[in-house]
């Protein structure tokens, strides 16, 4: 049971030019270009971020090395469509962008991805290219330069625990009017 009726988008975070896009987390939004948005709100919180991509949960497809025997053999299709893989190395840890495969379906895909890349993978993720929406390219920018110019500031730093246990104890008016 989910507590909101908005679908879930994976978000993928790049880090840098050279870097690869990393699955970051999810977020859920009423469409795409809300996604995205949710996404630059909640994961670019430091300037390490050049670009953002979105894509429907519903649209992801994932396998783990343990999972490939239990795909089904699936026919080639010369009319396949491109998917962006992700591959994870470790239980712990990020998909990571490897590349884009032409494939007739998600499983094909999938089996594609674990034939193409299969060095030290543990789970392999893929996606409809199609299904992706980006960061505008030439916004870059306006879409992340505000990170740049935000402090950190380590939760300790509010003092929110000390103003509790006082207005607890009534030396602190939470009304402050003391």
Same mark, same amino acid.
């Given at each position: +049971?989910?507590?909101?009726?908005?679908?879930?988008?994976?978000? #993928?975070?790049?880090?840098?030019? $050279?870097?690869?896009? +990393?699955?970051?987390?999810? @977020?859920?939004?009423?469409?795409? /270009? +809300?996604? *995205?948005?949710?996404?630059?709100?909640? #994961?670019?919180?430091?300037?390490?971020?050049?670009? *953002?991509?979105?894509?429907?949960? !519903?649209?992801?497809? $994932? @396998?783990?090395?343990?999972? *490939?025997?239990?795909?089904?053999?699936?026919?080639?299709?010369?009319?396949?469509?491109?998917? /962006?893989?992700?591959?994870?190395?470790? %239980?712990? &840890?990020?998909?990571?962008?490897?590349?884009? =495969?032409?494939?007739?379906?998600?499983?094909?895909? *999938?089996?594609?991805?674990?034939?193409?890349?299969?060095? &030290? @993978?543990?789970?392999? +993720?893929?996606?409809?290219?199609?299904? =992706?929406?980006?960061?505008?390219?030439?916004?870059?920018? !306006?879409?992340?330069? %505000? %990170?740049?110019?935000?402090?950190?500031?380590?939760?300790?730093?509010?003092?929110?625990?000390?103003?509790?246990? /006082?207005?607890?104890?009534?030396?602190?008016?939470?009304?402050?009017?003391?």
């Amino acid at each position: +049971m989910t507590d909101t009726p908005w679908p879930r988008f994976y978000v #993928f975070k790049q880090d840098s030019p $050279e870097a690869p896009h +990393m699955n970051c987390g999810s @977020v859920h939004a009423s469409d795409a /270009e +809300m996604a *995205l948005l949710n996404a630059r709100d909640v #994961f670019v919180r430091r300037p390490e971020c050049v670009s *953002l991509w979105v894509a429907p949960a !519903a649209r992801v497809a $994932e @396998v783990t090395v343990d999972g *490939l025997a239990g795909l089904a053999p699936q026919a080639d299709d010369a009319e396949g469509q491109a998917y /962006e893989v992700f591959t994870k190395a470790a %239980a712990k &840890g990020q998909h990571a962008h490897v590349g884009q =495969i032409a494939a007739g379906s998600p499983g094909q895909a *999938l089996r594609k991805a674990s034939e193409t890349y299969p060095d &030290g @993978v543990w789970v392999w +993720m893929v996606v409809p290219s199609v299904a =992706i929406v980006a960061s505008p390219e030439d916004e870059g920018q !306006a879409w992340f330069e %505000a %990170a740049r110019d935000k402090p950190f500031r380590h939760q300790s730093f509010y003092h929110t625990e000390r103003l509790i246990r /006082e207005i607890k104890a009534g030396q602190l008016d939470p009304e402050g009017d003391e």
